[in-house]
């Protein structure tokens, strides 16, 4: 009965390249949150996701960042142009229904050099 | 002022200690409440939901009170394998994001 699983685990990027992190939900999920971790501070909301459609991306920053669910396959948070500040830990979470406990994957630790 | 605000720590107790936590939070629509578990560089695991009645899960006792918008955790008899940051937690209304306070950090020590 596997967890929600991420990856990679680990990515490390130049400053300007692009960053792709892969999201699987639990089975039997199919609502999809991201979050961000940035170095000794709380996790914070970045989007949330049903198959196929981005229900709410309030905390998404405006430019250069992306997430998607498509009807086959992962969830995927896309760093397009990434800079020093995007270095955080990414964690996708997964629920049942909205509303419902939230189940977090392992994470991946990007960082930026 | 925070929506989510705790004591960040660390409390430092001997094993078998009794120890508490305290979180409020600002949203008084918020609508669900839950205490996660985070070890260092590790992702937040659900300890517990947190119910208006209370509830308690082995040495774990949680309590909501939503006149004061405050909500805690109770661990009895401390294991040094509790020792990690916990987080509080909060669903705002809406119910599709969590809100997280910054976490307590416990140390149990021999």
């Known amino acids: 009965n596997a967890g929600v699983m991420q990856n990679p685990r680990h990515l490390v990027r130049r400053r300007g390249q692009e960053a792709r992190l892969r999201c699987s939900p639990m089975?039997?999920?199919?609502?999809v949150y991201w979050y961000r971790q940035l170095p000794e501070e709380g996790l914070k909301f970045m989007v949330y996701?049903?198959?196929?459609?981005?229900?709410?991306e309030s905390g998404m920053p405006k430019e250069r960042f992306s997430a998607e669910f498509p009807k086959e396959g992962p969830s995927i948070l896309r760093i397009q142009q990434v800079v020093r500040g995007d270095s955080a830990a990414y964690f996708c979470?997964?629920?049942?229904?909205?509303?419902?406990?939230?189940?977090f994957g392992p994470g991946t630790r990007l960082t930026v050099t | 002022r925070k929506e989510v605000e705790q004591d960040p720590g660390p409390f430092n107790v001997p094993e078998g200690a009794t120890v508490a936590f305290n979180c409020t939070y600002s949203n008084s629509a918020s609508q669900s409440f839950f205490w996660y578990r985070q070890d260092c560089r590790k992702e937040p695991k659900l300890l517990m939901s947190v119910y208006s009645s209370g509830n308690e899960d082995g040495r774990f006792t949680a309590q909501l009170n939503r006149a004061s918008q405050y909500i805690s955790l109770l661990i009895r008899d401390s294991k040094l394998s509790d020792s990690a940051t916990y987080l509080c937690v909060v669903n705002q209304g809406g119910g599709n994001k969590l809100t997280f306070g910054t976490g307590t950090q416990l140390k149990v020590e021999l």
């Open positions: 089975k039997g999920h199919s609502h």
């Open positions: 996701l049903q198959k196929e459609n981005i229900i709410d």
């Open positions: 979470a997964s629920s049942m229904e909205v509303g419902y406990e939230q189940y």
